[in-house]
């Protein structure tokens, strides 16, 4: 899992997000898929769907557990955008904002992406030391 800073992206993220490989479930009021999250953040996710993308502005339930969390997480979400063509990551699928989720569940992402970014430091830190 590696977060990203907001400032470091060309569409100024306000949430640091989270690099994951979590199981999915979402549905909407006519069909139900399961997928892959390959980013979260306290804002949205982005699903890896490959060719079947949901159109924009489509309200989503989604539902997924978090490493940490024993419930899992249920919460409305609306499709924000869709990468036809594998971005820099290499992954086509779909950007959901979050529209409802829990207090519990935001403060869990944060404290993951906060964990995660001082791990990248102290091994930064080990390379710099074992470098010099």
Known sequence: MTPTAANDLPNRRKQLRIEVNLAIEYQTLDAFF?????N????????RTGD?????GTRVRIKFSL????DTV???GEVSHTRE?????GLTGMGVRFEDIDPQSKAL???L???QLAREDLALELKRKKAS
């Open 85 to 89: 063509e594998p971005g820099s990551e």
């Open 40 to 47: 979260i953040s306290t804002g949205g996710l982005f699903i």
């Open 34 to 38: 399961h997928d892959y999250i390959s």
């Open 74 to 76: 249920e919460t409305w």
């Open 52 to 56: 079947s993308k949901l159109p924009i």
């Open 113 to 115: 992406a906060l964990e």
């Open 109 to 111: 992402i944060d404290e």
């Open 67 to 70: 490493p940490g969390l024993i």
